[in-house]
């Protein structure tokens, strides 16, 4: 779908399901760029499930001993969506400039993301909103994507500050940021304005023209009736003085004041861009029968054995689409060593697949930063605790450890995955 130097998007598909997903693949060779990645993984898990936000689904990694570029290697499997909002943009250009109502639901559903991102304790800034990391879902709705200039990290320069701290948080920023879009804060560190949410309120300067971002200067056309009711939401998001913007609270209010007066629903489909596109996309495959025996409550009978893998048990992901070819060029052998950490669950989930219904299979548990991309110990305890309550044996099969003690001393080392089965039948 995509390609850069360091990052690829697929369009995958299981074809158990027969559901379909993208897949980002990025790669690193500095550990900087490895926590970076890491870092955008969490803020889509954490942010994940809200309706304008893509879809977080799964992720896996191996590290650079095991891949065949020589580089650490992650996947990032999310929601397939209908394409970016620009592609569609610049085909609607063509019949003719977008009806308000339709810029008014890009607008408020674009807000909506942003607002979902600023009230995370502590927020979460994108700095780098734009139109590019728009898309548009099968069912027709703003969906913001890429979160990997996103941080938590703000800053109030003052007086104090010396020319070399200035620097490194102007390095930074300018590392994670679109000249065309960079708010008079960062572009100007002197002024001493403080560096946080406000960020991601702002509207872009075509030429990035750093003057004319520090002083505001820029001019809306006199004779433009069609979006008049946007002006002064324009003015008031392009205040120099980042305090005194609006909040992105208070734009979400104003946008929604605008739908109201004109009898709008700004979370609907945006049916003009559908209708010159081919119309609405079909609805996603389900996400196919559950595990073997059914949904296993805590008062079941018998035990549950569970057993812990870190080599390859079978693709979730058959096939990237392109044929077996191009999959072999991209990802040669090490799509089998990734794609099986792969599996298509939803928020809050496990990645946890039962055989019978007394038996599981699951990656290694993972603590700290590795949690990022797989299973939480602390997760699968509570789990097990849970779900099947003094009625589990964990087998590790794997060659790493942890204290045993953490799922209470329930945990086995057999010989074998055979041995460990037979334990779980018994």
Known sequence: LISGGFAFVYEAQDLGSGREYALKR????????????????????????????????????IGKEESDTGQAEFLLLTELCRGQLVEFLKKSETKGPLSCDTVL??????????????????????????????????QGTIKLCDFGSATTVSHAPD???????????????????TPMYRTPEIVDLYSNFPIGEKQDIWHPFEDGAKLRIVNGKYSIPADDTRYSVFHGLIRATLKVNPEERLSITELVNQLQEIAAARSVNPKSPITELLEQNGGYGNAAPSRGPPP???????????????????QSYGGLLDILRGGPGRLLTNLKDTSSKVIQSVANYAKGDLDISYITSRIAVMSFPAEGVESAIKNNIEDVRLFLDSKHPGHYAVYNLSSRTYRPAKFHNRVGAPASPACALRAGLR
Request: include cysteine.
């Open 159 to 177: 007086y104090s500050w010396s020319a070399q701290r200035r620097a490194l948080v102007e390095e930074e920023v300018t590392r994670n940021t």
């Open 26 to 61: 990025l790669l690193s060779n500095e550990e900087e760029r490895s926590r970076a990645i890491i870092q955008e993984v969490c803020f889509l898990k954490k942010l994940s499930g809200h309706p304008n936000i893509v879809q977080f689904c799964s992720a896996a990694s």
């Open 105 to 138: 639901k890009i607008f408020y559903q674009t807000c909506r993301a942003v607002q979902h991102m600023h009230r995370q304790k502590p927020p979460i800034i994108h700095r780098d909103l734009k139109v590019e990391n728009l898309l548009l879902s099968n």
């Open 292 to 310: 073997p025996g059914g949904p296993v409550s805590s008062g079941q009978g018998g035990g549950l054995a569970v057993a812990e893998y870190e």
